[in-house]
């Protein structure tokens, strides 16, 4: 049974849980919800992927969970597995006091991963479920994916079919190393969350880094846009952009200059080309950064 | 609007479909569904609902406006918006491929007529199956039309290259390196919890990828086309194939490997040489592709086989950089020239002398007994 949210409250709500979120990834996130059904979010590295589904939780006051993916990601690591442990010591328990076996797949030896977990979502707190970077995992479980998110319920073979009575909210996350299934995408809702505009980015150093001088954050913002008009092997992200913002906090800088551009590179920009040529082009990016002084 | 919500939704991934972009029927349905619990009250937040439901990946983004601003601009217009539900038709599905063979070169010269198939085929291609020894040595680019497409079935006897490497998942194996507990106890529960047979999982092996960089201007092409055709034979035998060309830009074929039929990959092919002007950016087309796909995986830890005559229009020194960083990302790099048949030949283009201290193998591969080192120098062994 659907819950319609409505888009522009959601944006707000967003906003509130210290997440600056477009129309369109508003839009996705409220699809989602309302319909319960995935949502799928791409882009680059450090756009704030995981932080949508962070924010998210922190709007619906629901637990999250989150699976990091990488290769060879199996069911036991992603969806349940059994206190092996304990179940031996339970047979040899019973078999000293002389009593029948215990019921081996109970409860109390059944171990929850997140997938399992995500099931159990409840009506007065629900779950949103992040299953991080999931171009990390193989096709395997991508494919167990699919029965997962088509029924929301996952069989164990012990103990029959566990649905969930309360659907979590599913939000698949990927940096395009490979390309997804489309039978995967089929079943998502889909968003590219993209490089920030200039004032939106302010917008998210201001948030996050509220000491921060507000004339800081700016040249910060518009230095990053700059650099991202630049061949870099790797552009900045906004995660980039706001420790390059903490940094310069910390080194006690209220404008973006020459004399800290290139000390504070390091914390912006990722590889030693990308390093050596920014510095090539530092005077003409120190001046995209303040507009005001470079036309006046 | 709620009856028609299925119709603007249908109509809607017709429209996409028409821009080159499939949605389907699965997310035409997720976007009805939307619109009936979101009810959009301004286009804009009509674009973003859509969007969300049936974009199917930001590369489709362009064919996706454009389907949006004509089915949607259309809208108000009631006879434009019939026209276009009306045109709503599914395309004419290609029939399946028959699946390559394996088989090894040469193939056996068959003189029997009495096989019904083979009776069946045209006359010429008749002369052409009993010429398949000629054409194993023969060059690409001195085939006919005919002989061509003779070519393109031979090709699918080269032996597909696959080189394997340890993956992190695990199976069941009787001398396996790891305890398996889930397993020993399952078997326990058997003989009443006592642990009588040791279980245990090994490794499993995993295909390395494989990437095919193809120059595609000048006289390149006739060797980018066969070599696409075996790109598109491998693909089909095994995953974790990829396949671009380039000649002053970087085209990702690989969608158009397996799914597409003949025409379609070589005319992705010639419009990929369409902006060509007079040389090829080999350094900038490898820049393109370490940036964005070696980086990111596609490369990382396989082979990569590049087709070229290393005639370099731009700065060698690229070529030589891009090189290096291709270098660190994949595991072996073959590079094929196929000039270098010629008992002359030396390496003097300048792109090629820049691209040599980085190469694994070096080969002609210029005919499809060549062809056959190809495959060997793909998974490591010398020719």
């Known amino acids: 049974m659907p819950r319609p949210v409505d888009v522009d409250e959601l944006q707000e709500r967003l906003l509130g849980a210290g997440y600056v979120a477009d129309a369109g990834l508003a839009t996705a996130l409220a699809c989602a919800v309302s319909l319960e059904r995935a949502v799928l979010l791409e882009g680059d590295a450090g756009v704030g992927k995981t932080d949508a589904a962070r924010a998210l939780a922190n709007v619906f006051g629901a637990r999250l969970l989150r699976l990091q993916c990488y290769e060879g990601l199996d069911l036991a690591a992603a969806a349940y597995d059994w206190n092996y442990g304990k179940q031996l010591l339970a047979i040899r328990a019973a078999e000293a006091a002389h009593e029948r076996t215990p019921d081996l797949y109970a409860d109390e030896f059944l171990i929850r991963r997140p997938l399992l977990a995500a099931l159990g979502a409840e009506r007065e707190r629900g779950i949103v479920l992040l299953i991080d970077e999931i171009d990390r995992a193989d096709d395997e479980f991508e494919a167990f994916l699919l029965e997962f998110l088509a029924d929301f319920a996952i069989s164990i073979p012990e103990r029959g079919t566990v649905a969930a009575e309360h659907r979590p909210i599913v939000v698949l996350t990927s940096n395009r190393t490979r390309d997804l299934h489309d039978a995967l995408k089929r079943r998502c809702f889909y968003h590219w969350i993209g490089h920030p505009s200039v004032e939106r980015e302010i917008e998210i150093i201001r948030l996050h880094l509220p000491d921060v001088a507000p004339e800081l954050a700016r040249d910060v913002a518009r230095a990053a846009a700059a650099l991202r008009e630049r061949e870099l092997r790797k552009a900045p992200g906004i995660a980039e952009s706001l420790d390059w913002a903490q940094t310069l906090g910390i080194l006690g800088a209220e404008r973006l200059d020459a004399s800290n551009f290139e000390p504070s590179l390091g914390s912006v920009l990722k590889y030693p080309e990308d390093i050596e040529l920014a510095r090539a082009s530092a005077a003409a990016i120190i001046s995209a950064a303040h507009p005001s002084t470079s036309s006046g | 609007m709620t009856a028609d919500v299925a119709a603007i939704a249908g109509g809607f991934d017709g429209a996409l479909r028409a821009r080159g972009v499939s949605a389907g029927t699965r997310r035409a349905q997720t976007f009805a569904d939307v619109l009936r619990a979101l009810p959009p009250a301004s286009a804009e937040e009509t674009y973003w609902r859509a969007r969300a439901a049936m974009l199917p990946s930001i590369d489709d983004v362009d064919g996706f406006n454009a389907a949006f601003l004509e089915f949607f601009g259309a809208l108000g217009d009631a006879d434009a918006l019939r026209r276009l539900v009306r045109s709503v038709e599914a395309p004419p599905r290609r029939p399946p491929r028959e699946l390559p063979k394996r088989e090894t070169l040469p193939p056996p010269p068959s003189d029997e007529p009495a096989n019904e198939r083979l009776a069946e085929r045209a006359p010429t291609q008749w002369v052409v199956a009993s010429n398949e020894h000629r054409l194993t040595d023969k060059a690409f680019e001195e085939f006919d039309e005919a002989e061509r497409a003779a070519m393109l079935r031979l090709i699918a006897r080269v032996r597909v290259a696959g080189e394997l490497r340890r993956s992190r998942r695990r199976r069941a194996h009787a001398h396996g390196d790891r305890f398996d507990f889930r397993g ?200």
């Open chain 2, 184 to 383: 020993t106890l399952r078997g326990a529960a058997r003989t009443a919890g006592e642990l009588v047979r040791r279980r245990a999982t090994r490794r499993r092996e995993k295909l390395r990828p494989v990437v095919f960089l193809l120059d595609v201007s000048g006289s390149m092409g006739p060797f980018a086309r066969a070599l696409v055709q075996y790109a598109w034979v491998t693909a089909v035998a095994r995953p974790r194939v990829r396949a671009f060309a380039f000649a002053t830009q970087l085209t990702d074929l690989t969608p158009l490997l397996k799914r597409a039929s003949d025409e379609r990959l070589m005319s992705a092919l010639a419009e990929s040489v369409r902006d060509y002007g007079g040389g090829t950016r080999i350094g900038a087309a490898l820049r393109a592709f370490n940036d964005r796909f070696g980086q990111r995986g596609a490369a990382r830890g396989g082979t990569v086989v590049i087709l070229s005559d290393g005639w370099e229009r731009d700065d060698p020194a690229l070529v030589g950089t891009e090189m290096l960083r291709l270098r660190r990302l994949a595991r072996r790099i073959v590079w094929v020239n196929p000039h270098k048949r010629h008992a002359a030949y030396e390496p003097l283009a300048r792109g090629m002398a820049a691209a040599l201290p980085y190469l694994d193998a070096f080969l002609s591969g210029h005919s499809l007994r060549t062809l056959e080192a190809v495959a060997d120098a793909i998974e490591g062994r010398s020719a």
